[in-house]
């Protein structure tokens, strides 16, 4: 299969388990699951749980035994996205081209979609058996993800995304906040594909590194679309960011320089991974987020 194929399949297995686990409820549930539906079923390209079932088969287990993981993962990640949009947080009015979800549903109902999401989350990891994965990995993988996406993890790095609206960081700060915010959960999807497999030595390492690059490369490079992409196409309006006072990677270092750590990044994420036999896919799709335009 070739990458891009492989990547809409993994896209489809997440979109039909997602429709599963987040049923079009009628009655009185019916707006709390049309909220998170809203977030979690738009499209998109599943980039996390896709890394997660990957890096789970080439530790030799079978990708589809992961879904349930994969799709927990991506619940937190939407969870995340009507979060930041809220007025309290980044105040953004569209999200992939569409109306944020408080612009949709209210900000009570955003809020509690976002709680819906990460709690529903667990209850699939956790509930949903599969006799080929060991309850104790299961168990390891959920503890990874939550730890990615806790306060050492995502939310600590959000607080510090606030705080640097005040206080313009350094940039070490403003890499540490990167790695937190954004790169941990790309480090829950790859480190917690390889625990599902009983996977703890080198091929766990390969992925941590892998994580790491990518992720600081990704928002690198979403901070190079907000100054230069088509808002069309990205999703949102172009210089947002520079709009509400954020510092970003383009602010210290300037487009060239940004351009450059970008394919240094990457180039490290596909090092990292070229020695493990079937990671074709894993080097491809670190190559391709280089010249993503949303």
Not at 66 to 93: K, Q, R, T
Not at 151 to 173: H, S, T, V, W, Y
Request: net charge negative; hydrophobic share 40%.
């Amino acid at each position: 299969m070739e990458p891009r194929e492989k990547l809409a399949y993994y896209a489809s297995l997440v979109q039909q388990g997602l429709e599963t686990w987040l049923p079009d409820e009628k009655g009185e549930l019916r707006q709390i699951f049309a909220a998170a539906r809203y977030s979690a079923l738009a499209p998109g390209k599943r980039l996390r749980p896709a890394l997660l079932m990957e890096f789970y088969a080439l530790c030799g287990g079978q990708a589809e035994d992961a879904l349930p993981f994969a799709c927990g993962l991506e619940m937190i990640h939407n969870y995340s996205l009507i979060h930041d949009d809220l007025p309290c947080m980044d105040d953004d009015d569209l999200r992939r081209g569409r109306p944020a979800n408080h612009k949709v549903y209210g900000e009570a109902a955003a809020l509690l979609a976002g709680d819906a999401l990460l709690t529903r989350a667990f209850e699939v990891m956790l509930s949903q058996s599969c006799p080929r994965i060991s309850p104790v990995w299961a168990m390891k993988a959920a503890s990874i993800i939550a730890f990615c996406a806790g306060m050492e993890g995502m939310i600590g790095g959000q607080m510090m995304d606030l705080a640097f609206e005040k206080n313009r960081p350094q940039a070490q700060q403003l890499e540490e906040m990167v790695r937190l915010k954004t790169g941990r959960l790309w480090l829950a999807a790859c480190a917690a594909g390889c625990a599902l497999a009983g996977e703890e030595g080198d091929k766990m390492q390969r992925a941590r590194h892998y994580a790491d690059r990518i992720g600081l490369a990704f928002q690198i490079q979403d901070d190079i679309l907000d100054c230069e992409g088509d808002p069309e196409i990205f999703g949102k309006p172009i210089g947002s960011d520079q709009a509400k006072g954020k510092t970003t990677f383009v602010a210290f270092y300037g487009l060239e320089e940004c351009r450059r750590m970008v394919q240094e990044l990457t180039d490290q994420a596909v090092q990292a991974v070229a020695p493990l036999p079937g990671s074709e896919f894993l080097q491809q799709l670190a190559q391709e987020l280089t010249t993503r335009q949303k």
